[in-house]
């Protein structure tokens, strides 16, 4: 059973630029979660996804957004990007997000100069 | 006050040593507990999956969980150099599915 895909895996983009991440849960997994791992905040999370609907959201600003798609495949974009932007995102998927287990992708680490 | 508090270490433990690892929080709402490995440069790999309180083994894992005190663990046995790596606890309120992370504890073992 192939595991969670997140791509790219790798991305160096310039302040001011956007960015789209994509992540592509496990077959028959509906809640997509994302998270952005830093080494002084840790793992902090942004926003949760079940059946294309936006069901939690985490503290972080606008410019950060998500949607998910039909088959259950999602994407985040960043906008305006800043220096503190910098961080690995990591995607989970779980059957149905409440009270099942997460898996994770092995994240897209972007760097922003 | 973090909802979750992680000793980060570093801590290096000769191979076959027992590791305990240990996570605190403060919300009471939390009622599923879980660990993740993460190898450097890699996501964060589910060990062990925990509903309310009690233990459950997985091969050479333990984890136990402790409402009252507020307090979970995980033991490692027979620790292999393999078993090098940064383990996270994680929780979760019933009813939401946002993890709560720890800061992670950077274990290496030492053959």
């Known amino acids: 059973k192939a595991g969670v895909t997140q791509t790219p895996r790798y991305l160096i983009k310039t302040r001011g630029q956007q960015v789209t991440l994509s992540c592509s849960p496990i077959?028959?997994?509906?809640?997509v979660s994302w998270y952005q791992q830093t080494p002084g905040q840790g793992l902090q999370f942004l926003f949760e996804y079940f059946s294309e609907t936006q069901r939690n959201k985490g503290n972080f600003p606008g410019r950060f957004s998500g949607r998910q798609f039909s088959n259950s495949r999602s994407e985040m974009n960043v906008s305006t990007l800043e220096l503190g932007d910098s961080a690995l995102y990591l995607c989970?998927?779980?059957?149905?997000?409440?009270?099942?287990?997460?898996?994770f992708g092995q994240g897209t680490r972007l760097t922003v100069v | 006050q973090k909802e979750v508090e992680q000793d980060p270490g570093p801590l290096s433990v000769p191979e076959g040593a027992i590791v305990s690892l240990n996570c605190t929080y403060s919300n009471s709402a939390f009622q599923y507990f879980m660990w993740y490995r993460q190898y450097s440069r890699k996501g964060p790999e589910l060990l062990m999956y925990t509903y309310s309180s009690g233990n459950k083994e997985d091969g050479r894992f333990t984890a136990q969980v402790d409402k009252s005190s507020k307090y979970i663990s995980l033991f490692i046995r027979d620790s292999q150099p393999s078993d090098s790596a940064t383990y996270l606890c994680?929780?979760?309120?019933?009813?939401?599915?946002?993890?709560?992370f720890g800061k992670g504890t950077k274990l290496t073992v030492n053959p």
């Open positions: 989970a998927s779980s059957v149905t997000g409440v009270g099942t287990e997460a898996f």
């Open positions: 077959s028959g997994h509906r809640s």
């Open positions: 994680a929780m979760r309120r019933g009813g939401s599915e946002k993890l709560v």
